[in-house]
Structures are given as structure tokens and as C-alpha cells.
């Protein structure tokens, strides 16, 4: 059984830092992860991911710089580190997994399994 639980979101000021958590359980060996998020109202949308390996990531346009991705050594906990937070980056950001992909995509559909989210809010 797949299990996702995000951990680390809350409120904090724009220009602050956040470190968000995604812990994993699952049997499949190898898998793909990925990072989103979902503001009021609008389409859920991709924020990064990071391959099976963790010698690959990739960035949406809009988080490129302030935003980093990794994956801890037991490959079973993904970390979102956000610096300069704007009040767009208000939304609940949820973890998403791809069995037997290796890779990073960026595509929601491309993830079968997802967390139950961590709320991120930036005040201005």
C-alpha cells in the first residue's frame, strides 16, 4: 500500500523560508516524485520533482531560484525547501508518486498516488 504524508507547511511572512516534508511508504522499488500545488479556485499545478536517483530535478519557471528539491539518503522522504516566499505561493501543496518511473515528470496525470496535502501561506 502507498502512503504519502506531508508535513512542515503554516503561515509565514513574504521573503521567509519554509521546508516542507513528504514521507513515503510504498512496496514499489523505484518511482518517480513529484511536488505540487493547489490554490483556491485554480488547477493543481506542478511545482517540481526529483528522479528515483535524486541526481535529477526539474523546476515550473515560476519557482526556479527560490525553490529546491531533494530526496533524503533512504529515498523515503522528499524535501521541499522554499526561500522568498510571495503570497502566490499560497496554496496546499501536495506529494505525488509514479511507480516504476525513474524520471521526472511533470504532467499531474502522470502521478497515480498523492498525499493529503500541507497548507502554505505567505502573508504580505
Known amino acids: 500500500q502507498v502512503q504519502l504524508v506531508e508535513s512542515g507547511g503554516g503561515l509565514v511572512q513574504a521573503r521567509g523560508s519554509l521546508s516542507l516534508s513528504c514521507k513515503i511508504s510504498?512496496?514499489?522499488?523505484?518511482?518517480?516524485t513529484a511536488w505540487f500545488r493547489q490554490a483556491p479556485e485554480k488547477e493543481r499545478e506542478f511545482v517540481a520533482a526529483?528522479?528515483?536517483?535524486?541526481?535529477?530535478?526539474r523546476y515550473a519557471d515560476f519557482v526556479k531560484g527560490r525553490f529546491t528539491v531533494s530526496r533524503g539518503n533512504a529515498r523515503n522522504t522528499v524535501y521541499l525547501l522554499m526561500n522568498s516566499l510571495k503570497p502566490e505561493d499560497t496554496a496546499v501543496y501536495y506529494c505525488?508518486?509514479?511507480?516504476?518511473?525513474?524520471?521526472?515528470?511533470?504532467?499531474?496525470?502522470?502521478?497515480?498516488?498523492w498525499g493529503r496535502g500541507t497548507q502554505v501561506t505567505v502573508s504580505s
Open positions: 505525488g508518486l509514479r511507480p516504476n518511473n525513474v524520471g521526472t515528470p511533470m504532467a499531474r496525470t502522470d502521478y497515480l498516488y
Open positions: 526529483i528522479s528515483w536517483s535524486g541526481s535529477a530535478t
Open positions: 510504498t512496496p514499489t522499488s523505484s518511482y518517480a
